[in-house]
């Protein structure tokens, strides 16, 4: 399981999924807020990753929390840095 969560930390393609779900999501605040959204996105971007893009001998279960767990780290990552380029902008 710590492997294939090694694996999805370096997936370009969830990154940028989770890129895109923070910027839509500051954009979208004032509409839908931000808990909701952030939270069906890290679900969306754990399940249809795997369901499109199947690895062998790994269960989609696994898959699926292994990428529950990454896309939370991803997110805390990409939360912070946005704080950040939101504060020096001013």
Do not use: C, H, W
Request: hydrophobic share 60%.
């Amino acid at each position: 399981m710590i492997d294939l969560i090694e694996t999805q930390l370096m997936d370009p393609l969830r990154i940028g999924l989770i890129v895109g779900l923070v910027i839509t999501m500051y954009r979208t605040r004032a509409a839908s807020g931000s808990l909701l959204p952030l939270g069906f996105g890290v679900l969306f971007v754990a399940v249809i990753l795997p369901v499109s893009n199947p690895k062998p001998g790994i269960t989609l279960t696994d898959a699926v929390l292994a990428g529950l767990v990454t896309n939370i780290v991803i997110l805390a990552i990409v939360l912070g840095l946005a704080v950040i380029v939101r504060r020096l902008r001013g």
